[in-house]
Structure formats: C-alpha cells, structure tokens
C-alpha cells in the first residue's frame, strides 16, 4: 500500500523508476548529443517518463543541445514550456473568440444557463 498524496506509484516502482533516472542522467551527461527518441531507445525508457523529470527539473536541457519533448497538444518537439507557439498563439485566439461570442447582448435569446440572465433582465425591464 502507499499514499498516493505523496507518490504516484508503490514503493518498488518508485525504486525502479529512480534506477531508470540515474541510467538515463548518466548515458546523457555520456552522450550529450542524444535527443529524447534516442535517449528513450537507448534506455529502454519511455518518452513521457524522461519528458516528466524534464518538467520535474531533473533533467537539465541546458547541457543537452539536442534534447527536447513533445508539445502536450500537437507532439513537435519543444524545448520549454507545456506548448509550442503555435499552439499557444491558437489557444490565445480560441479563447478569445468564445470570450467574444460569450458577450452578453439582452436584445439576444441564448440557451442554457445563458436564458436565466435573461430572464432576470427581462424581468427588471418590466418591474420598471
């Protein structure tokens, strides 16, 4: 048993996963020119595992110019961050159009939790 508040996996998983770590720090400070595909196949180790101890901290891309992992939305290969720009640029603007859509006009009749804002408007306007 373990508690999952202070680790994701049991004792001896946890223990293999920091053996995996150490191999993986050691064959990269070795081989500073690998990229991630390569450091997983060389390790046997998968790419969301050594790109989860890249946003950990544990592993440094400062002294791997090769290395990087796989944007959260698109897969290309970014080396900072959760998205590439692209991505990120996409996000900002999918945001901002369904911000833009979601503006309250009580002229328009919208459906769901929208009709009981407008309900209430349209019960102000004839208390008045």
Request: hydrophobic residues 25%; glycine residues 6%.
């Amino acid at each position: 048993m373990f508690s999952k508040n202070f680790r994701e996996v049991c004792n001896n998983c946890h223990a293999s996963l920091e053996k995996d770590y150490e191999r993986c720090v050691e064959h990269l400070r070795q081989n500073k020119g690998l990229d991630i595909t390569q450091l997983s196949e060389d390790m046997e180790v998968s790419v969301k595992q050594i790109t989860k101890w890249i946003r950990e901290g544990r592993i440094s891309l400062l002294n791997a110019p090769n290395m990087s992992y796989p944007c959260e939305s698109c897969g290309i290969l970014i080396r900072d961050g959760h998205m590439c720009d692209n991505c990120k640029a996409r996000l900002q603007r999918d945001v901002k159009n369904a911000t833009g859509t979601l503006q309250h006009n009580p002229d328009e009749k919208h459906t769901g939790a929208y009709q009981i804002g407008n309900r209430l408007h349209d019960r102000k306007k004839t208390e008045l």
